[in-house]
């Protein structure tokens, strides 16, 4: 956004200034920091998506503070944890009853793939069933791996746009690689706070 003055110059002082921008990139920048997700927490993925929230990572950071449990108020999928095939039809009627523009991050190796449950009930990644926008690697995956699919989701948002499910296809399939301790969005240069 640019801040230019009333006669299109720069903005100066005691003069009203006034931003011009796209409405594209408004909304855009809106979604961005207003994600509410939807947890789907089965196993211990679902324990490090608890610590995300809390205070020593804060997921509020990035504006995903407000975890929602219907889906008629979230745009944001965080399947956390084994799937079995009995759960399936019950995380696709969560899916379909979400708003659109939606995404979908699948946390952890049992649901991006199975992980070690390589048996007849557990359903060996939940992309054979919908599109996943982010695959967060990991048994568990740490709290700062979560949020780098969640600041993923954020790139995704405002390179392009919002566009519905049905448009992007199977998803964007997307894995994020883990950051090394120096890098978490947990500490301060290095060292922990």
């Known amino acids: ?11 100066r002082t005691g003069e009203p200034g006034y931003a011009l921008t796209r409405l594209e990139k ?3 920048w ?7 997700p939807l947890p789907y927490a089965t196993a211990c993925c679902g324990i490090e998506l608890m610590a995300t929230a809390a205070s020593r990572f804060d997921i509020a950071r990035f504006g995903a503070e407000a975890m929602r449990f219907t889906p008629r108020q979230c745009d944001l999928l965080v399947v956390a944890g084994r799937v079995t095939i009995k759960m399936m039809p019950v995380l696709q009627r969560i899916y379909t009853q979400m708003t659109e ?22 359903v060996q990644g939940i992309d054979q069933f919908m599109p996943v926008d982010v695959y967060v690697p990991g048994c568990p995956p740490c ?8 600041m993923t989701i954020q790139r995704i948002i405002n390179e392009g746009g ?15 690689e ?16």
Not at 30 to 36: F, Q, V
Not at 143 to 150: A, Q, V
Not at 178 to 193: H, I, K, N
């Open 162 to 176: 919002a566009r519905p499910s049905h448009q992007r296809g199977r998803g964007l399939r997307i894995r994020v």
């Open 26 to 28: 408004l909304l855009a």
């Open 101 to 122: 523009p939606k995404w979908v991050i699948s946390m952890g190796a049992c649901c991006s793939s199975g992980g070690e449950f390589d048996t007849y009930a557990v």
């Open 30 to 36: 809106a979604r961005r920091n207003s994600l509410w």
């Open 178 to 193: 883990p950051r090394s301790p120096s890098q978490s969005p947990a500490t301060e240069g290095g060292q922990e706070g």
């Open 1 to 11: 956004m640019e801040l230019t003055g009333p006669t299109g110059g720069p903005g």
């Open 143 to 150: 709290p700062e791996t979560l949020l780098e699919g969640l």
